[in-house]
């Protein structure tokens, strides 16, 4: 079955310094991967996506997601934190698997917080 | 582009009677909608998929009579928690997507709050 493993439920990083936001997926057949963001009693909002194009993926904010096939893994990256990073963020996939309709299958998140 | 509402975006109701949540794609038009819940510090929870103008698609342990889904058209799909009790008490959010596959993105809403006493 499809999974996607979010390591760490909640990364502390100071203003400035680099986010790293882990993602791990089983999918046996090519997936598409996704980052969204939540902020506190909001829905979710695309960072950016991978659809088997440019395996570096660049998104909003200034996030971008490298896709490793070989590691299974989608990690999001920013360089420099802001504090209005400060908020949930969700891995999802999906794929042409099981007669979904699209259907995303999240992680459990992970919640960044950003110190002055 | 792709701008999904949702409404209310919270309610409060007593336990026993029904709710409705409306959810819009403001600027495109949806054949699938999506139905999802998420209780507090937790991942989002699909519950039933819906496309326009078909009956919708409940997940494993959805009870399909209790929450009621209607895509009546292109722009608007509606949940309807019927009888509702405290523990149905959630965040519910919906999302939309141009097509049924799984290439097109979806787009939340806002998520609507609910709260039976």
């Known amino acids: 079955a499809q999974s996607v493993t979010q390591l760490g439920s909640h990364v502390s990083v100071s203003e400035g310094a680099l986010v790293l936001l882990r993602c791990n997926y089983s999918s046996s057949v090519p997936p598409y991967l996704f980052w969204y963001v939540q902020y506190p009693n909001q829905g979710l909002q695309l960072l950016l996506k991978y659809t088997s194009a440019a395996t570096l993926v660049k998104g909003i904010n200034g996030f971008e997601a490298e896709f490793k096939k070989s590691e299974t893994s989608f990690h999001l990256t920013k360089p420099s934190a802001h504090m209005s990073d400060a908020a949930e963020y969700f891995c999802a996939v999906s794929g042409p698997y099981g007669g979904s309709q699209g259907n995303l299958i999240f992680g459990k998140g992970t919640k960044l917080s950003v110190k002055p | 582009g792709a701008v999904v509402s949702q409404h209310p975006s919270w309610v409060i109701c007593k336990s026993g009677t029904s709710v409705k949540i409306e959810c819009r794609s403001l600027d495109f038009q949806a054949t699938t909608m999506f139905w999802y819940r998420q209780f507090p510090k937790q991942s989002l929870m699909l519950m039933a998929t819906?496309?326009?103008?078909?009956?919708?698609?409940?997940e494993q342990g959805v009870e399909k009579d209790k929450f009621l889904i209607n895509h009546a058209s292109l722009t608007l799909s509606t949940l309807t928690v019927t009888s509702a009790h405290p523990e149905d008490s959630s965040f519910y959010i919906c999302s939309a997507s141009r097509g049924p596959t799984y290439q097109e993105t979806q787009y939340f809403g806002p998520g609507t709050r609910l709260l039976v006493l």
């Open positions: 819906s496309n326009e103008g078909s009956k919708a698609t409940y």
